[in-house]
Each structure stands twice: as C-alpha cells, then as structure tokens.
C-alpha cells in the first residue's frame, strides 16, 4: 500500500508539469492566433456599425483594403442624406433639428418665423402661415432666404406645393370643405397678386379637412381624404376629380380611438404610398396600382426608407443598411436619441414597447425637411 502511494507521489508532479505544458502551448497559440488576426477579421456586425459611420469618400476608400470590407462598406454606403426632423417650440426662437442616422439634434434660432404654423415642406423649403396676419411664405431655414406670397385665410385646411419656390413651375395648392358635394380648390405661384379659387363638384364622397394629405406627384396633387377616397388635380388643365378607388382595406381595429390621425401618405417614383397606423397593430403600406386602380399592401419597400409626418412625409432609398426598408415617425424618445422607427423586415417597432397613439400629438408639433447640403455651414 505504502508503494503504491509513492508512486501516486511520484507521477502527481509529472502530471502537474503536463498541465502547465498545455496550458502554456494553449495560451501561447491564442496569443499567436490574436497577433496574426487583421482587421478584416472582425466580424461583419461590428464592421457595418464602423463603416456606417463613415463620410461617403471614407467608404469608398475603406471598400478598397478587401473583399469582407468592401461587402461591408456597400451594405452600409450613404449616396442619399436621410431628412431631419424640425421642431417648432412652444416658447421662443430656437429650433431643434433630429439627424436619425447620426441621431444628432442641431439648432438653430429663426425669429423670422415667430407666430407662424407650418403647412408643408419640400425640398429643403418650409411652406408657413402667420393666422394674425393671413401671411403666406415660404422660408428655407438655413439660408433664411423668404419668398411670400399674396396674403391668404387658411382657416382647417391642408396646402402643398410642387416644388422650390425658386423654380418658374412652383404651384402651390389647397383644398376646402364646402359641403358633402363641392370642395374649393384655391391655387397661387410665387409672384402672383392674388390666389385663384374655384368650386369643383364631386362624384364621389369627399371630405376634406386638416386630416387630409397631399402629395405631388407626376404633375399632379394626390389628396388623401379623411375616410379614404383620392381627389387628384391637374394644376395645368385645372381639373379635379375623385378617383373610383375604394379605400384601402384595413382590419376593424385600426378605425379605434384617432383613427383618422394615423394616416400618412408619400411619393415614390411616381408611385403613391398609404400608410396606415393603429396603436395595437404594426403599421399596412398600401401602394396604388394606377392601371387597374386598385391599392395593393407591400410587404417590403424593396430597400426603400419612409418619413412619415402629419404635414408631409418623404421617401429615401440608399441610406444605411440599418436604416432601410423601414418607415421613420415623427417622434423621438429616449431624450432625443432615439426616432421611433417600423422595420418590415423584422415586422417590429425600434424601439420596442413604446405607445403610439397619435392622437397624443401636435401635428405642427414638427415635420420632415432635407438637411442643408453644407452641413459645417449650418452648425
């Protein structure tokens, strides 16, 4: 007995010392393993969340070292700058402006626009109206730059317009509610002495209020009546007519509490889009199918990105990886951090567990805009 346990004395080193050898050589190989490994090693998550960082010139140069980074680096690519959310206060001068893809908030103080409400934007120019005055203008925020137009009442409607004031084609347009048969329909252009109004009959329902949405689109403005139907005018020929489109169809749960608050409506070339919101449902697109004049739903937006507001929303394709595919709200959380976004590739909200009734909202509270082209200017 004793000799057996010396010789369980004796081996017990040796094995110790075995051990100590293989961890040692284990170590050592990991440690190898580490010092030889480049950054095209990294996995691709962590390399798309660096490279989305990145100046458009800084990607391009990065997509260059390798194979992995040059996957990486055109998942991620921005060759379009995604619109800023612009707050009007309540109080004051200073204006707030959200950057979802840096999730950045710039400000800056325009007290040109004191006691005036938004009604639209489009490219990068804010359409406005000041109620103690009837004053209508346009103003782009970051050049200051103002273009008015003849003083108008715009009592509970909804105005857009075509395009930059700057532009010979600019038309700006609103619709009335005069009764459950006639809207009026007034239009002006920059430069103009007067607005021009006309009643249009309707064949179809259509009720008009400051519910409705509008949309410009393929020389024509789309509006979106509260219950559904599309009115469209041709500012040219000056014609109005209610399409033979029945609403789109959505599940009885989505007509609840504000229902008519949770609609949204964008162009994409050439294409309308609809969206639909309920607070206990995920959001249904809709895209109008003009040959057989029907609304179809979509199921993806094909790396497509949407900027839903109450007032005008935008449409944006080659944006980060991150962000595509997905419909952006206007509204922030998490003190500014965070815009409350709708994936459908993963059919959830980002982020989660949020309410959404819009109802709770302001709907000049704020509104998409295009960012300024000179980003160092504006800060």
Known sequence: MVGRKRRKVKLLPARVVDDKTTTTTTTKNKKVKLETQTWSDLPIELLELILCHLSLEDNIRSSVACKRWNTAAISVRVVNQSPWLMYFPKFGNMYEFYDPAQRKTYSLELPELYGSR??????????????????????????????????????????????????NTCVVFTVRHVSPTIVAISTCHPGATAWVTVNYQNRLPFVSSIWNKIVFCNGFFYCLSLTGWLGVFDPMERTWNVLAVPPPKCPENFFAKNWWKGKFMSEHNGDILVIYTCCSENPIIFKLDQPKMVWREMKTLDGMTLFASFLSSHSRTDLPGMMRNSVYFSKVRFFGKRCISYSLDDCRYYPCKQCYDWGEQDPFENIWIEPPEDLSAFI
Do not use: H, M
């Open 118 to 167: 938004v009604c639209y934007t489009r490219d990068g120019w804010l359409l406005l109206y000041r109620p103690t005055t009837n004053r209508v203008f346009f103003f782009d925020p970051f050049s200051q730059e103002v273009v008015k137009l003849p003083r108008f009442e715009l009592t509970y409607q909804i105005v857009a317009f075509s395009c930059a004031p700057t532009s």
